[in-house]
């Protein structure tokens, strides 16, 4: 069983050549592929890894695309995909391998993550459905917190995932009519669904979690139009004209108390007006025929 790795980048250099060094460090048998898909970055940078195939994009694709041109490079049966801010926290290779020998019905699996301060951080979540938009991110945490402490379903993150290539070869590569979220949701919802299982392995790894620079509004319309196409994608909202009236009513709502309270709690007015763009871009897109797009749109602002 030979195992490759595969981290992409763009404009995160120094976080990547950290990556690189933790991999070669914690490496406790041979590295079999070790690709580096570089999306177009604007910072120059001097490749000194002998390590590593860099692949440097010609013109920006961004992070899904640019995740497929690494995977079809790679011909190892198991890929270790990390984040450019991610990387093991101890030897990793034999008790991956190990692992996925042990537990051939395990198709996809993740480490158990750690942040800066080396408390646990997220690696892993329960399986979304329709819930997740009609209560929104806040209460839908507390929701998961109290409600959904041991899933049956489970999906796990791209920033530290390992995936058999049997896998890929069934159900076929990331979905590229995803924006950069909501991916690693699909592709796990995909291979559970062909019978594979989505686990978490006994091994520790490091992630920042910086996230892609973006104003928080704009994050928020992209999470909902990705969410949304997703639970439509797997037929996870039953009633889709119901489930739009309630997502648009609890928004209203909130869009009504960051006008009326907002300016008193935030004393920054650019934070108000930030998230009441998300607010009233969500409310219209649910409140118009936007929704019923069986695809995500090519321009989410």
Not at 136 to 158: A, S
Request: proline residues 3%; hydrophobic residues 40%; aromatic residues 12%.
């Amino acid at each position: 069983m030979e195992l490759g790795i595969l981290v992409t980048n763009y404009n995160t250099w120094e976080l990547t050549s950290t990556c690189i060094r933790n991999c070669v460090k914690y490496a406790d048998s041979a590295i079999d592929q070790f690709v580096v898909v570089d999306d177009n970055s604007t910072e120059k940078f001097e490749n000194h890894f002998d390590e590593i195939e860099l692949i440097q994009n010609k013109r920006n694709l961004g992070l899904i695309r640019s995740l497929n041109k690494g995977l079809n490079q790679i011909e190892t049966d198991l890929i270790l995909i990390l984040d450019s801010d991610a990387w093991p926290l101890e030897n990793y290779i034999t008790q991956i391998k190990k692992f996925f020998s042990e537990n051939p019905e395990v198709g996809i699996a993740t480490f158990q993550t750690e942040n800066a301060k080396g408390k646990p951080s997220q690696s892993f979540e329960a399986e979304p459905g329709a819930l997740s938009l009609i209560l929104g991110q806040q209460l839908y945490r507390i929701y998961i917190k109290y409600f959904m402490k041991n899933p049956d379903e489970i999906n796990v993150f791209t920033c530290a995932m390992v995936i058999r290539r049997k896998v890929l070869d069934e159900i076929g590569l990331f979905d590229e009519n995803f924006d950069w979220l909501e991916l690693d949701h699909d592709i796990c919802m995909r291979a559970s669904r062909k019978g594979w299982k989505i686990q978490v392995m006994p091994l520790r790894a490091f992630h920042k979690g910086s996230g892609t620079p973006q104003q928080v509004g704009k994050r928020v319309v992209r999470f909902y139009k990705n969410r949304w196409y997703l639970l439509r994608k797997f037929r996870k909202v039953k009633l889709e004209n119901l489930t739009a009236i309630l997502i648009s009513f609890r928004l209203s709502i909130e869009l009504l108390l960051i006008w009326s309270i907002g300016p008193l709690y935030y004393k920054d007015r650019s934070t108000v007006q930030d998230k009441a763009y998300s607010r009233r871009k969500m409310i219209s897109y649910f409140l118009s025929d936007e929704w019923k797009n069986k695809e995500l749109e090519s321009s989410f602002l």
